[in-house]
T-cell receptor, first 114, second 114 residues
């Protein structure tokens, strides 16, 4: 069965600093990978996704992620964090077959200090 | 112009009661989902419907009964509510079943069972 690990439960960065959130997955086939963001009291918003092709994908709000098959990773990055980026970030892997579903990691809470 | 909407946003009720949560999507998608997010923010799929047909049922107590009157709506009825049912319930939708499509999430329904 597929699984997703987000090793960092909580990360604090200063505004303007760079950010990298880690995501590792376990899946036998080519994975479909997603990053979602959840602001406090809100639903989940898709930041970016990887299905195939270029392993560096660009998303909304200045985020990008790089798929590294050899490391089974899909880390999320942003060169300069804004205070409004404070939120919970979820990595997810998609499973194809008779039904599609997402398996989520446990999330990383990002705190931004001014 | 909300793509995926849920009602109610908040639901506070007593143990043993029966309650329903409604979900509607105006994206023209074929597949809809219910996810449960627990107090530790862990997200887990509960059900998935494609064109009004149940395709995923993930070891959920039979007190939970989804109903899809048409492909734009997926409701969740919960009988005999228990304290452990307190969580945030998210509805989502995607384009097709059997392939990975981006899932779009609603704002969530925060259920508190007293």
């Amino acid at each position: 069965a597929q699984s997703v690990t987000q090793p960092d439960i909580h990360i604090t960065v200063s505004e303007g600093a760079s950010l990298e959130l880690r995501c590792n997955y376990s899946y036998g086939a080519t994975p479909y990978l997603f990053w979602y963001v959840q602001s406090p009291g809100q639903g989940l918003q898709l930041l970016l996704k990887y299905f195939s092709g270029d392993t560096l994908v660009q998303g909304i709000k200045g985020f990008e992620a790089e798929f590294k098959r050899s490391q089974s990773s899909f880390n999320l990055r942003k060169p300069s964090v804004h205070w409004s980026d404070a939120a919970e970030y979820f990595c997810a892997v998609g499973l194809t077959g008779t039904a599609s579903k997402l398996t989520f990691g446990t999330g990383t809470r990002l705190q931004v200090t001014l | 112009d909300t793509a995926v909407s849920q009602t109610p946003k908040y639901l506070v009720t007593q143990m043993g009661n029966d309650k329903s949560i409604k979900c509607e999507q105006n994206l023209g998608h074929d597949t809809m989902y219910w996810y449960k997010q627990d107090s530790k923010k862990f997200l887990k799929i509960m059900f998935s419907y494609n064109n009004k047909e149940l395709i995923i049922n993930e070891t959920v107590p039979n007190r939970f009964s989804p109903k899809s009157p048409d492909k734009a709506h997926l409701n969740l009825h919960i009988n005999s509510l228990e304290l452990g049912d307190s969580a945030v319930y998210f509805c989502a939708s995607s384009g097709t079943s059997g392939s990975i499509e981006t899932q779009y999430f609603g704002p969530g329904t925060r259920l508190l069972v007293l």
